[in-house]
């Protein structure tokens, strides 16, 4: 109170604003917008509001307020930088999958058409897939639930054994069984 706008701020930049926005509104024009001043050396975010004060018809002075939002524009840019690395990350796995599942289709194309007898099994030893020759080899018709089908029905016991004891372990460890 009572002290000039370069008495207060020592920034020429900012206080030209404060001088223009004070000049507009002692001639009768309401300012309001967002602005950049720099306060006690750092960088802040402030709403400006600067209305001429009115009194029988004639300015009698300038009413100006600055709100701070530096902290919620620093949210709202660390909001918007989560937000387009989330889309960044959902746009690589999306190209992934869909590779992923260019292959598998590829692969079922050539599995469907095999006259090789082709299936596969989670490690529960639930059937998850077979190719037409293994259903026609074992009788499953194409519309029996083969995830419903532990996979030792149509091993021999040494196959089931040879799972137990090696194929198992060594996918469970991380190992590629072919």
Same mark, same amino acid.
């Given at each position: 109170?009572?002290? &000039? ?6 920034? #020429?930049?900012?206080? %030209? ?6 000049? =507009?509104?002692? *001639? ?59 889309? &960044? ?6 190209? #992934?999958?869909?590779? %992923? ?6 692969? =079922?194309?050539? *599995? ?59 996918? &469970? ?6």
């Amino acid at each position: 109170i009572g002290k &000039r706008p370069e008495e207060v701020c020592k920034n #020429e930049h900012d206080v %030209a604003i404060w001088q223009e926005n004070h000049r =507009r509104a002692m *001639a009768g024009e309401k300012l309001e917008g967002d602005v950049e001043l720099t306060i006690g050396g750092e960088k802040r975010f402030c709403h400006h509001v600067t209305v001429p004060i009115w009194d029988d018809g004639c300015i009698r002075g300038v009413l100006g307020v600055n709100m701070d939002m530096t902290e919620a524009r620093r949210a709202q840019e660390a909001l918007q930088k989560a937000r387009d690395e989330l889309e &960044r990350r959902v746009k690589d796995r999306t190209a #992934e999958l869909s590779a %992923a599942n260019e292959g598998l289709r590829i692969f =079922r194309m050539f *599995a469907e058409a095999s006259s090789q007898g082709v299936a596969m099994a989670d490690l529960d030893g639930f059937i998850t897939y077979m190719n037409p020759a293994v259903r026609a080899a074992s009788g499953i018709g194409p519309d029996d639930l083969v995830s419903h089908r532990q996979s030792s029905e149509f091993n021999t016991p040494q196959t089931n054994q040879l799972y137990a004891d090696v194929i198992l372990p060594a996918v &469970r460890s991380g190992a590629v069984w072919v």
